[in-house]
């Protein structure tokens, strides 16, 4: 069974860029969601993905999107960077009918803008 | 909206000793679950115990348990048996039993175990 992969590991742009970070989900899982989580915080909740539609959101601006592929994979788009959108991006992956839902994290995306 | 707030930055212990971390959080919801995850340097979140607030009875993993108080709002984490790669960040978090299954975390607490 393959866990939940992220690339790229690192990243850096620089402050009005545009950066496209990827997940693959947990085989057998249908829901993806994403989390940012700043330095020395706890990981706060983007948006999560299912069935290729935004499924609940975050208190993120709209320059932060993403996408759901057919094999549940999924992309987090953010545009115009600022500095405070440094932070380790996580990914997470579930199966909506299962008893827990529970999600399985990825390693996460370093993301430094300077 | 719910809250978690975990009130120890960082906690220490000596390897083979018991340590309790902890959590409150807040919400107007009856029916929910509540987790503790482990992030070591690796980055990667790992679930390390999970409760169902509708079961009184608090959950084990191992040498891991929780202290549950509905009423009170509190969630702690006991780690038994400390071991070296017991140390790493360690969240609590929130989750709704309902609509999408997102988590609110809490600001963690780093724990060192002392050889």
């Known amino acids: 069974e393959t866990g939940v992969t992220q690339s790229p590991t690192h990243l850096i742009k620089t402050r009005g860029q545009q950066v496209t970070l990827r997940c693959s989900s947990q085989?057998?899982?249908?829901?993806v969601s994403w989390y940012q989580q700043a330095l020395g915080q706890g990981p706060q909740f983007i948006f999560q993905?299912?069935?290729?539609?935004?499924?609940g959101r975050g208190n993120f601006p709209p320059r932060f999107s993403g996408l759901q592929f057919p094999n549940y994979s999924s992309e987090l788009n953010v545009n115009a960077l600022e500095l405070d959108d440094s932070a380790l991006y996580l990914c997470?992956?579930?199966?909506?009918?299962?008893?827990?839902?529970?999600?399985?994290f990825g390693p996460g995306t370093r993301l430094t803008v300077l | 909206a719910q809250t978690v707030t975990q009130s120890q930055p960082e906690m220490s212990v000596q390897e083979a000793e018991t340590v309790t971390l902890s959590c409150t959080y807040d919400?107007?919801?009856?029916?929910?679950?509540l987790f503790w995850y482990k992030q070591p340097p690796s980055r990667q979140m790992i679930l390390v115990i999970r409760?169902?607030?509708?079961?009184?009875q608090n959950a084990t993993e191992n040498r891991f348990s929780v202290n549950f108080q509905k009423a009170a709002k509190s969630f702690s984490l006991k780690i038994s048996d400390s071991q070296l790669g017991d140390a790493a960040m360690y969240f609590c978090?929130?989750?709704?039993?309902?609509?999408?299954?997102?988590?609110?975390f809490g600001t963690g607490t780093r724990l060192t175990v002392i050889p």
């Open positions: 085989s057998g899982h249908n829901t």
């Open positions: 409760q169902e607030a509708y079961k009184q």
């Open positions: 993905y299912y069935r290729e539609e935004e499924n």
């Open positions: 978090a929130y989750r709704s039993a309902r609509g999408a299954n997102n988590l609110f």
């Open positions: 919400t107007s919801e009856s029916d929910y679950y």
């Open positions: 997470a992956s579930s199966f909506r009918g299962a008893l827990y839902n529970e999600q399985f």
